[in-house]
């Protein structure tokens, strides 16, 4: 289960902490030389908290210009200040929801204007909430998929339709997860990823001739904030749900995002999914509402 930003607040009073500090995020090794993303522009939707954190640390720590993107202004500026603050880089920042293709238009038009380009973008703006299929309400469904599969669409039509006009090339990158084997309890978000995974696969042939590049990353089990929103005697247990039985951290995220979208390792890349997950998609069962007594088996 991929730690995206919920779409509904924890109700937890004291969250437990998840993955890395700043602080950890501006120091942790990673395999790429320092100036491997210098004169790119990168943009990342969700990029306040959770994964689009580390890797808006890690881009800037590449030598890119670095533009984060999500509803909450002031998990941006947060962000932003302790880029600024640890790493000596600054970084852009707009509050807004992906929801709407007039904004995201907007988005994309600053981002041209105050930077003369845009190099890759990744798309790790969504969230979901457990529930069992059944009980979704109508706004409940609309939020995740409207999010998670239409949002995820305005910026990839946004982005693809800016570098065509420049006669630019560009990358895309969609943050998805483990649908192999469907989603229990989260079948609203399986819907929206498969939709993401499939229509990246389909746009990868389409914008070839542009020069655009589209992959999609899929996280297994990241120890991210994200995972407060799940009960904790669920959330404690994916760690388990993969045959390495342990959490993956933001940094292998962020790291298997630079590889396919930078024009220098992922170059010869798109339309594919990589899959980081300990193994999950082969082995190891997530269940974010906890485990229902007809799936306990015995002895097993």
């Given at each position: 289960?991929?730690?995206?930003?919920?779409?509904?607040?924890?109700?937890?009073?004291?969250?437990?902490?998840?993955?890395?500090?700043?602080?950890?995020?501006?120091?942790?090794?990673?395999?790429?030389?320092?100036?491997?993303?210098?004169g790119k522009v990168c943009?990342?939707?969700?990029?306040?908290?959770?994964?689009?954190?580390?890797?808006?640390?890690?881009?800037?720590?590449?030598?890119?210009?670095?533009?984060?993107?999500?509803?909450?202004?002031?998990?941006?500026?947060?962000?932003?200040?302790?880029?600024?603050?640890?790493?000596?880089?600054?970084?852009?920042?707009?509050?807004?929801?992906?929801?709407?293709?007039?904004?995201?238009?907007?988005?994309?038009?600053?981002?041209?204007?105050?930077?003369?380009?845009?190099?890759?973008?990744?798309?790790?703006?969504?969230?979901?909430?457990?529930?069992?299929?059944?009980?979704?309400?109508?706004?409940?469904?609309?939020?995740?998929?409207?999010?998670?599969?239409?949002?995820?669409?305005?910026?990839?039509?946004?982005?693809?339709?800016?570098?065509?006009?420049?006669?630019?090339?560009?990358?895309i990158v969609n943050i998805?997860?483990?649908?192999?084997?469907?989603?229990?309890?989260?079948?609203?978000?399986?819907?929206?990823?498969?939709?993401?995974?499939?229509?990246?696969?389909?746009?990868?042939?389409?914008?070839?001739?542009?020069?655009?590049?589209?992959?999609?990353?899929?996280?297994?089990?990241?120890?991210?904030?994200?995972?407060?929103?799940?009960?904790?005697?669920?959330?404690?247990?994916?760690?388990?749900?993969?045959?390495?039985?342990?959490?993956?951290?933001?940094?292998?995220?962020?790291?298997?995002?630079?590889?396919?979208?930078?024009?220098?390792?992922?170059?010869?890349?798109?339309?594919?999914?990589?899959?980081?997950?300990?193994?999950?998609?082969?082995?190891?069962?997530?269940?974010?509402?906890?485990?229902?007594?007809?799936?306990?088996?015995?002895?097993?």
């Amino acid at each position: 289960m991929s730690a995206t930003t919920p779409l509904i607040n924890s109700k937890e009073k004291s969250p437990v902490r998840w993955g890395f500090t700043d602080e950890e995020l501006a120091q942790r090794p990673h395999a790429y030389r320092d100036d491997l993303l210098a004169g790119k522009v990168c943009l990342v939707s969700g990029g306040g908290s959770g994964l689009g954190r580390a890797m808006a640390f890690l881009f800037a720590r590449l030598g890119a210009e670095v533009v984060i993107c999500g509803r909450r202004e002031d998990r941006l500026l947060d962000a932003a200040d302790s880029i600024r603050r640890l790493l000596g880089r600054e970084v852009g920042t707009r509050a807004m929801t992906i929801r709407d293709p007039d904004q995201v238009q907007s988005l994309i038009d600053h981002t041209w204007s105050r930077y003369g380009g845009l190099d890759l973008v990744v798309n790790n703006g969504g969230g979901q909430f457990p529930q069992a299929a059944l009980d979704y309400s109508v706004k409940g469904w609309n939020a995740v998929i409207d999010t998670n599969l239409n949002g995820t669409w305005w910026m990839m039509q946004s982005a693809a339709r800016a570098w065509r006009d420049r006669n630019r090339q560009g990358s895309i990158v969609n943050i998805v997860a483990n649908v192999w084997r469907g989603m229990p309890q989260v079948a609203h978000t399986c819907a929206a990823r498969a939709g993401v995974i499939y229509l990246s696969k389909s746009v990868a042939v389409e914008w070839a001739p542009l020069g655009i590049r589209v992959n999609c990353v899929s996280p297994g089990s990241i120890a991210t904030e994200g995972l407060n929103v799940y009960k904790p005697e669920a959330a404690s247990k994916f760690g388990n749900a993969n045959p390495l039985r342990q959490f993956g951290d933001a940094f292998d995220i962020a790291q298997a995002v630079v590889h396919v979208g930078s024009p220098v390792t992922g170059k010869f890349i798109t339309g594919e999914t990589l899959v980081v997950d300990g193994g999950n998609q082969m082995w190891g069962d997530v269940w974010p509402g906890t485990i229902p007594e007809w799936f306990k088996v015995p002895d097993r």
